[in-house]
C-alpha cells in the first residue's frame, strides 16, 4: 500500500440500512461530504430490501414510503455523497485511518474522514437445536433476503419456527409469492396477551393484522407454545418434532427458525477516530422506525461536533426533540413487543442434550463444551475448544455460549468475541491491491 490515504469525505458512514441513509442525508444536507459503505450489491438494509437489478421489492410493505422519501431526500443531495457498494468496512486502525475493501474487485481504500458513523443494523439470533444443523435449516432472516431479492418463494415445503414476529412477516411474504408455509411454530403465546398488544402504535397493529389476515384466508396455522424437540433427516426431507400442549410432527423440505435479533456491532471499535457513533439497529434494535430517527438524531451529533454551524440552530433543536420523542415511542413499544413474545431461553437452553451442536461453523457440540472443564477461560474455549473460531466468528454460538456458562455460575465475562479487525475475514489480495477510488457501481458489483 502507498503511504496516502485517501481523504475525499468528512464523514464515513457504515451500512446503507435507513439508520446510515438517513444519517448521510442529514450530513448532506448540511454540506458535509459523506461516504457511504454498503457490503450488498443494493441500498436498502435489511427492511428495505431492494430486489436483484434495482426492481421495487413489493415485500418491504408499511416500511416502502419510508425508502421513497429517503431516496427523495438523497436525490436532492446526491452531489455529495458518494456511495459504494459491495464494499465492506474492514476496520480503524489506531492513527484513525480506516480501509474499506471492495469485496467484488477485491482492492481496498484508505480513507480518513473527520468522523464516521457505524450503522450496521441487526443479525439474526438463532438459539441452537438437536439436528440444527442439517441442510435445509436456516434463519427465517436468511429466507427473506431470498425472499425480497429473488421475488420468488422456494418451490418446496417450508416450516417456519422460534419467536417473534418476524416469522410472521415471512410466511405472510411466502404466502404472497406463492407457496404458503406448513405451519408457524411459536415459542410464545402471544395472542394470550391480546390486550397487552392492543397498546402498541397503530402501525405495528396493521402491519400485524394484515400478515394474520394473509395467513388466515391461506389456512396457515399458527401454533403457540410450542418448541422444536428434535429436526431429523429422512429420505425425503426433514422431520420436525414439536413439543408443548401435545407431541406433533411435520415433514418439510426447508424449516426456517428465528429467536430474534441482536446488535451487530461485531468487532467495532474507535481506535484513532475522534468522533465515532453507532446507530439505528447496531447501537439500539429497536427496529426501523427507531433506526431512520437514531441516525438522524446522530448525524445531528456529528454536525454539531464538526461545528459546521457556529451555533445550535432552534431547528436543530426542535428537529432534536421530535426525533426523541420518536425513539421514546419506539423504545415503548419494543418492550411490550418483548413481553408478549417472551421464552425462558434459560430453561429452554437448560434441557438441551448434550449432543447438540452448538458451534456449527466448527461442528462442535455441548459435550465438547463441557469436556473443557467447570470453568474455561475464554481463550479455553476458543482455542482448545474451537468455539466462536469459524467463518462467523462467533456471531452465532458465543451468545449461547455465554448463557450456557452463567448457568455453571462460571467467573469469566461474557467477553468470548474479540474487537480485532479485520472484522470480516478479507482476502490477502484486497489487503495488498489498494485502489485510488472508493466508488462503485452495481455494474461492477458481481452478486
Ligand atoms: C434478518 C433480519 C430481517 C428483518 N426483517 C425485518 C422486517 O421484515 N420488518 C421490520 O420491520 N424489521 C425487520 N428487521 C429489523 C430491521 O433490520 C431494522 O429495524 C432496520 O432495517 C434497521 O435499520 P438499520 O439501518 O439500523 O440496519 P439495516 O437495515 O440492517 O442496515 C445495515 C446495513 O449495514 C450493512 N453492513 C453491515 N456490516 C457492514 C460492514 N462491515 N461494511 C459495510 N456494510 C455493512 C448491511 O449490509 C446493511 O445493509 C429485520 C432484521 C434482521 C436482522
Known sequence: MSSDSVDSCDVLVVGGGVAGMSAACKLAEWGLRVQIVEQAPTLGGAVLRRAQKGQNSKLNGVHEPIWRDLMARFDRVRKLISVSICTTYTGTDSTGEIVITNTSTSTSVRLRPKAIIVATGASERVRPRLGWHLPGVMTAGALQVILKTSLRAPKKRVLLAGSGPLLLAVAAQLTRLGNPPLAVIEEARPFRKFWRALSLPAG??????NYMMILKVAGVPILQGRFISRIEQYAGGLRVSITGEDQLCFETDFLALHDGIAKNSYGMRPGGMPIWYEAGDCALGLGARASRAHGEA????????????PVESVEMKVRTKVLLDVLSREMAAQSTLAEIYSVDEQSVLDELPHEVIICRCENKSLS?????????TNREIRLNGRFAMGACQGRFCAHWINMLRKKAGTAEGDRLIGSHWPIKPISIQALMHESDHASSTERECSD
Open 368 to 376: 465438547d463444551l463441557y469436556d473443557l472443564g467447570s470453568d474455561p
Open 298 to 309: 446522530v448525524a445531528i451529533e456529528v454536525i454539531k461536533q464538526l461545528r459546521v454551524c
Open 204 to 209: 405495528y397493529l396493521l402491519e400485524a393484522a
